[in-house]
T-cell receptor
Framework: AQSVTQLGSHVSVSEGALVLLRCNYSSSVPPYLFWYVQYPNQGLQLLLKYTTGATLVKGINGFEAEFKKSETSFHLTKPSAHMSDAAEYFCAVSEVYPGGYNKLIFGAGTRLAVHP | NAGVTQTPKFQVLKTGQSMTLQCAQDMNHNSMYWYRQDPGMGLRLIYYSASEGTTDKGEVPNGYNVSRLNKREFSLRLESAAPSQTSVYFC?????????????FGSGTRLTVV
């Protein structure tokens, strides 16, 4: 079965600093990987996704993630944090089944705090 | 706006009471899911419906039942609520065969069982 580990349940950065949120996955097949963001009292919003091809994936709000097969990682980065980036971030891997339906397996989440 | 609609947004139950959480999507998606979100545990799958007419257990199904009423609607029922079911519940949907689109999530139901 596939699984996802997010290192660090809480990350705090200064405004303007680099954001790095770590995600490692386990999968016996080439994975589909996702990052979702959850702002306070809201649902989850897709930030970016990796399927095949280019290993550096760009998403919304200036975020990007790099798929590294050798490290089984899919870390999320942003060069310069903004106060509005404060949210909880979830890494997820997709299991695909015969018939085409899929299930998302989520990591435990990382809460990002951005301070002035 | 197109998307996933969950009702109610908030609910307080007494232990032993029952209730049904409603979910509807208008994107013609085949697959629908119920997750619960608890601090430090991420989202855990309760039940899912790969397509209309089918439902299956996920990771944490105990204490819950589901009904896929039609292609649009997927409800979650708590027959006898327990404090351990205090959580935020999310419904999601996705089209079959289009994994790359990811899931569309509702805004959640915040349930407290006292």
């Amino acid at each position: 079965a596939q699984s996802v580990t997010q290192l660090g349940s809480h990350v705090s950065v200064s405004e303007g600093a680099l954001v790095l949120l770590r995600c490692n996955y386990s999968s016996s097949v080439p994975p589909y990987l996702f990052w979702y963001v959850q702002y306070p009292n809201q649902g989850l919003q897709l930030l970016l996704k990796y399927t095949t091809g280019a290993t550096l994936v760009k998403g919304i709000n200036g975020f990007e993630a790099e798929f590294k097969k050798s490290e089984t990682s899919f870390h999320l980065t942003k060069p310069s944090a903004h106060m509005s980036d404060a949210a909880e971030y979830f890494c997820a891997v997709s299991e695909v089944y015969p018939g085409g339906y899929n299930k998302l397996i989520f990591g435990a989440g990382t809460r990002l705090a951005v301070h002035p | 706006n197109a998307g996933v609609t969950q009702t109610p947004k908030f609910q307080v139950l007494k232990t032993g009471q029952s209730m049904t959480l409603q979910c509807a999507q208008d994107m013609n998606h085949n697959s629908m899911y119920w997750y619960r979100q608890d601090p430090g545990m991420g989202l855990r799958l309760i039940y899912y419906s790969a397509s209309e007419g089918t439902t299956d257990k996920g990771e944490v199904p105990n204490g819950y039942n589901v009904s896929r009423l039609n292609k649009r609607e997927f409800s979650l029922r708590l027959e006898s609520a327990a404090p351990s079911q205090t959580s935020v519940y999310f419904c999601a949907s996705t089209p079959v065969g289009r994994v790359l689109e990811g899931y569309t999530f509702g805004s959640g139901t915040r349930l407290t069982v006292v």
